[in-house]
């Protein structure tokens, strides 16, 4: 026995005798010895990474010595240990260079969330009734590994299906590689906003398959195809930066930003110029202007090189895009894209970017495609202020048999399709960080496929809409009380690989996934085991920094130990200024072979009049953040609502509907319905109506359950020609006041006008 | 001279994300009141962004501004505390006494720009989320007005450990946490006593200007106005 542990049991020992003689146990907590050397008022500050989003931006967390109340061994007890007090951005991460979005700051939130899972739980009432039991981890992995060896050793029917969030490093090839060592296993990424289009699209344009990275700073032309880049898409800080180096960061040089959307973003709020289209015509008007370009010879049809050859038509100028032709069915005028086309072409670099609802028609593909080759046309692909790419450290991957991995939220429609058609296809359903009984349209009937599927285990940290179909729920550590490791694809032009150790101890009786994982795999031994070699999490991730510095080598570092040492300190490594992104990687696509696709909607428009755009919350995102209280309750930044959904609809459309702001409002689709107070504004076409998503949660804590309404229920199933996402801006709704409704605004304003400004 | 902290918030770089307002919950233990009490106008926010739209469908602009107290020198707020609470600090903040203040709100109805915010209850985390509070600042009870402090204890502890080192504060080492988080850099804190320091130089822009300035409370946040893009645009 050790020292530290004697005194511990003695510790326990004796405070238990006291606690027996002074009755209320809450007033008399015994008191753990801390496991920590800290000094009592002096702030130290870890490095950390954010996992709120796919950006990966690098944090400081400020760790502080405190009291906690925590349960160790069954017993309730304080402990002075170190405390995450506060995130801000690493100064030194070269994504988000000491900036933190709001969804970045929340995340404290999540170690510290009331309804955080805290031990094991095994269920103990009917498939998805919320009737769990506590256990052992002990019982929890017993539990899970009978279930698995018998799947392994081919004792009971089905294949194992591990779904997940996107996972990246190494904690994405233990995961693969685990699910791999079974026989015909399958490995599922889905989150609602996965950018799968932006990805397919650059791969067949750019041969790379992720999203791009621009240095905003340097552009001086912005033409936003819907994009929300300054909110929620793609690697939103970094792109705040260079945004605001684009407007103030160079004497005497302001670059123009223009946004075409149907319903005003908070990035498109910011616009010089907000330019309305018809939903899903994003491709036309990029290829109009482009037209334009060349025929007006501002640029050649060869320069656009393989971008450009694959859209049909290119070569001879895409003469059935000239922008008189396209007006009406853009519904944007000839002569303003005309004057886009001129302006773009006189203030290069110019830049082109498309996301959020623009990639999520129908025709999606073909609208990425086609501003891809607008943005070769303008000249600045591949060079700064236009569209790059980042070099991406892949951890090495030797596992013999993988699994059959898929992604997007095709492929959650086919899992739910394949456990409907027969029950015990899938033996054991592993989920971690996904909440797809959420996130995918009720017409998939997901619900129902969960019910009856034989094992489920989640690794959530919350009871959601998913995990409450789980059996067992062996929760994960919160990031901050885990080893995390990152290689985000987006959002720097140097390598990025991020790693920390754990910034807090955990508060609660939790392990981390990919330690578990690895547990298991050591259980199950054979092939698992020399496929995962490493005994726990964080020699997973030091093999792997060993590995990087074989391969990039340091000039800051002499040994691999020194090199590790150094990454754990700064929050990562990153690779020199002057890496250039790596090898084309994307099959190359036949020229000529993307042709004009028009968006197709579900519900026709006599019965079902108005498009519906569902949107990323600004604080919520897709909802997986709606647990966490201060999103609730930070104001919306377009309309200052909180705690609550809202309908945003155009004052003609409200008037002719007789709906009043506030009113009660029901969306229905050919579905479902969800009814959510009215929110009129004047930045949104009158045919469109606008949800933001994130609320509607049925089991999500106390701060999100029963809370607004989820658009994403009453989506119609359409996907993305040629991709396996959601087509989520393909839905047609109809609308009807049902009520009095009521918005929840933070009303706190100037007590007078200024006087350039009016306000509604 | 003592220091005189003033901001600057580039409304051309602002994109009214909210960074800031959450850095600003998080730094200053702002409680959040829950549905209810927020529907009733009591949520806290010290720091917040107007969004004023501008037109009719098709052509609408949008302005997003961030407003904060505006460290008055002339703060309407100060001579209506009867109990002093509501005092002007040497360096030129409106500071406020928590322990002073008996909760009659009449700093509140004086301030013209509406930051100041009432303890209808006392607040209340939910445990364990008492764990994330910032030991640095006090948390405020019910019955006590609170507002914006620049992150005074940000300011305190630049102060002492400068002095630690027989040294002036750095202009730029003291970054509230709005100023810190935010993504575009549209803010900027600095000594306005200090010529030389950003902040002055950059309060001299062409494009400054202060909020409500005819009410003559000479507010220490200088606004510099969203510029407009001077490209040919007849190309």
């Known amino acids: ?760 | 001279m003592a220091h005189q902290w003033g901001m600057v918030i580039d409304l051309d770089r602002c994109t009214g994300c909210e960074a800031c307002v959450v850095a600003c919950h998080a730094e200053n233990n702002i409680a959040t009141v829950g549905e209810k009490e927020a529907a009733r106008s009591r949520a806290n926010h010290w720091i917040r962004v107007e969004r004023y739209y501008e037109g009719d469908f098709p052509d609408v602009k949008v302005k997003f501004m961030p407003v904060l107290c505006q460290q008055c020198d002339a703060a309407p707020c100060e001579p209506v505390c009867p109990t002093f609470a509501s005092y002007h600090t040497e360096e030129g903040l409106n500071g406020q006494v928590y322990n002073r203040c008996i909760g009659t709100r009449y700093c509140a109805n004086a301030c013209p720009y509406n930051v100041r915010f009432f303890n209808f209850y006392n607040p209340k985390w939910d445990k364990p989320l008492n764990l994330q509070l910032n030991p640095d600042v006090s948390v405020r009870e019910v019955g006590v007005m609170e507002k914006c402090t620049f992150c005074v204890q940000r300011i305190k502890a630049a102060e002492t450990n400068a002095r630690a080192e027989k040294r002036d504060v750095r202009d730029g080492e003291i970054q509230p946490a709005c100023v810190q988080s935010c993504p575009t850099n549209a803010m900027v804190f600095g000594d306005l006593s200090d010529p030389n320091s950003r902040a002055s130089r950059m309060a001299a822009s062409s494009r400054g200007g202060k909020l409500l300035e005819e009410l003559g409370a000479r507010p220490k946040i200088t606004y510099l106005q969203r510029d407009t893009w001077n490209g040919d645009e007849n190309a």
């Open chain 1, 1 to 760: 026995m050790q020292r530290r542990d004697f005194l511990k049991i003695t510790a326990i020992s004796g405070a238990a005798a006291t606690l027996d003689a002074c009755g209320s146990p809450d007033h008399q907590l015994i008191r753990f010895i801390p496991e920590e050397d800290l000094i009592p008022g002096i702030a130290t500050w870890k490095p950390s990474v954010c996992t709120m989003c796919a950006a990966g931006c690098g944090l400081l967390v400020r760790v502080m010595e405190g009291d906690a109340e925590v349960v160790r061994n069954g017993q309730l007890g304080l402990m002075q240990m170190g405390l995450a007090k506060k995130l801000e951005g690493n100064p030194a991460h070269p994504i988000n260079q000491g900036k933190l979005c709001p969804r970045g700051h929340a995340g404290l939130q999540v170690t510290y969330h009331p309804d955080r899972i805290r031990t094991p739980l095994m269920r103990s009432g009917a498939r998805g009734s919320g009737e769990f039991k506590a256990i052992s981890w002990d019982e929890a992995m017993q539990h899970l590994m009978a279930q698995l060896s018998s799947l392994h050793e081919g004792r009971l029917p089905g294949r194992l299906v591990f779904l997940t969030s996107p996972l990246r490093a190494q904690r994405r090839n233990i995961a693969t590689t685990f699910a791999g060592g079974f026989k015909d296993s399958q490995y599922i990424e889905f989150s609602f906003f996965d950018e799968g289009v932006v990805r397919a699209a650059n791969s067949a344009s750019f041969r790379h398959d992720a999203p791009p990275t621009v240095e905003l700073g340097q552009s001086n032309y912005i033409i936003s195809f819907g994009a929300n880049f300054l909110g929620t898409w793609n690697s939103p800080v970094a792109q705040s930066l260079g945004y605001g180096a684009m407007r103030q960061g160079r004497a005497g040089l302001r670059g123009k930003f223009l946004q075409f959307e149907p319903r005003i973003s908070q990035t498109g709020a910011n616009a010089d110029e907000w330019v309305p289209c018809a939903p899903g015509s994003e491709g036309a008007l990029a290829l109009g202007i482009a037209h334009v370009l060349m025929q007006d010879k501002l640029r050649s049809a060869a320069s656009a090189g393989a971008a450009g050859e694959l859209i049909e038509g290119w070569a001879q100028g895409l003469a059935e895009y000239a922008p008189e032709k396209i007006s009406a069915q853009t519904g944007v005028k000839a002569a303003t894209i005309t004057r886009i086309a001129h302006e773009a072409a006189a203030n290069g670099p110019a830049v082109a970017l498309i996301g959020d609802a623009a990639a999520a028609h129908t025709n999606g593909l073909f609208n990425t495609l086609a501003v891809n080759a607008l943005n070769a046309l303008l000249g600045s692909a591949g060079k700064a202020g236009g569209i790059q790419f980042s070099p991406v450290w892949n951890p090495s991957n030797d596992k013999t048999a993988g699994a059959q991995e898929a992604s997007g939220a095709e492929a959650v429609r086919k899992l739910a399709e394949q456990i409907e058609s027969n029950a015990n296809s899938v033996g054991a359903l592993l989920i971690h960080g996904a909440n797809p009984a959420f996130a995918t349209p009720a017409a998939w009937k997901l619900r129902r496929a969960l019910e009856k599927a034989p094992l489920i285990a989640s690794f959530g940290s919350f009871i959601d809409e998913t995990s409450i179909f789980a059996d067992l729920i062996l929760p994960d550590h919160s990031p901050l009380e885990s080893w995390v490791e990152d290689a985000p694809d987006s959002g720097s032009l140097r390598t990025v690989v991020s790693v920390a150790p754990p910034a807090v101890l955990p508060l609660h009786d939790t392990r981390a996934m990919p330690d578990v994982l690895l547990d298991l795999a050591h259980r199950l031994g054979g092939n698992f085991a020399k496929a995962l070699p490493w005994k726990t999490y964080d020699e997973a991730i030091q093999a792997d920094f060993a590995a990087l510095y074989k391969s990039k080598g340091s000039k800051d570092a002499k040994t691999t130990d020194d090199f590790w040492s150094n990454a754990q300190q700064q929050g990562g490594w990153w690779g020199p200024q002057e890496d250039a992104a790596q090898g084309a990687t994307g099959a190359k696509a036949a020229s000529g072979s993307v042709k004009y696709a028009a968006a197709e909607f579900d519900g026709n428009q006599s019965e079902f009049p108005f498009h519906l755009m569902p949107f990323a919350s600004q604080m919520l995102y897709d909802g997986s953040l709606a647990a966490l209280p201060w999103m609730q309750e930070a104001p919306d930044p377009m309309s200052t609502a909180m705690w609550g959904t809202w309908v945003e609809l155009n004052p003609a459309t409200a008037s002719k509907l007789g709906i009043k702001q506030a009113d009660l409002v029901e969306v229905a689709s050919r579905h479902g319905s969800v009814q959510a107070p009215a929110m009129i504004t004047p930045g949104i076409a009158p045919d469109v109506v606008a949800m933001p998503i994130g609320q509607g949660h049925e089991n999500f804590t106390r701060y999100a359950s029963n809370r607004g309404a989820n658009p994403i229920s009453i989506l119609a199933p359409m996907t993305v020609a040629g991709t396996d996402s959601l087509a989520w801006a393909a839905t047609r709704v109809k609308i009807a006041r049902v009520g009095e409704g009521k918005l929840v605004l933070f009303g706190a304003s100037l007590r007078e006008e200024p006087p350039d400004a009016k306000r509604r």
